[in-house]
């Protein structure tokens, strides 16, 4: 059986969205991952099929209602040993490590929140993971769910390819990804760093550890530390 992603949504057309298209969308097709969409609507209750209310306590906006929820999680899950996952900005962040761990088990079953969120209730009923994609705030889970999936299918067995190899290459050794030149070797007066035409391969090895190192220090400072703590130092710097 293939990689399952098990979507519950209250907008099934986005999916399979852009993950239908290129490495993903060809894996979909040769069925390396199969996707399925369960309509929250379809659970929703009364003549309008209601599937939020107003908060208790007040406050703006409309929660997306236990029972709705449940509903749709059993249908979504029914039969299925999948973790299951809810998109929220208040989760934990999600990591390339997640992304492994999810990769490689079964699938996994994601619930888009839409409106100020879900209740709280269901998701510890149902003991739900929560993860966020970063510090800001999207309309709907979808799109972080397209986000999480994106990541988890070019791990899949098969779907790089030949690039296989080059599917860890940011964050397997703690570090971004050293910068990438290719021809004309001189492009609007500038050129590319001559170490990368010497033919030197550990000179070249070193050049690009050295800026990988650079990268991480200024830009993600929280990487940088987490990736000292782990290094030999001398004189403060990496060896
Ligand atoms: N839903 C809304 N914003 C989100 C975020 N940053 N990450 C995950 N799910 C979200």
Known sequence: MSWLASVITLFPEMFPGPLGQSLAGRALEDGV????????????????????????GGGA?????????????????????????????????????????????????????????????????????????????????????LVLLDACVRLLPGVMGSEQSGVEESFSDGLLEYPLYTRPA???GRAVPPVLLSGHHAQVEAWRKQQAEDATRV????????????????????V
Do not use: K
């Open 61 to 145: 906006g409309m929660v997306m209602r236990p029972d709705v929820v449940d509903a749709a999680i059993g249908a979504a899950t029914e039969g299925l040993d999948l973790p299951l996952v809810y998109l929220t900005p208040r989760g934990r962040r999600l990591e390339q490590a997640d992304i492994r761990r999810f990769a490689a088990g079964p699938g996994v079953a994601l619930l888009c929140g839409r409106y100020e969120g879900v209740d709280e209730r269901v998701l510890e009923a149902r003991a739900v993971e929560q993860y966020s994609i970063g510090d800001f705030v999207l309309s709907g889970g979808e799109t972080a769910a």
């Open 186 to 188: 001189e492009w609007q």
């Open 219 to 238: 830009r993600r400072p929280d990487l940088w530390a987490a990736y000292a703590d782990r290094t030999p130092q001398r004189n403060g710097l990496p």
């Open 33 to 56: 991952w199969s996707i399925r969409t369960h309509d929250l609507r379809a659970h929703g209750l009364g003549r309008h099929r209601a599937v939020d209310d107003t908060p208790f």
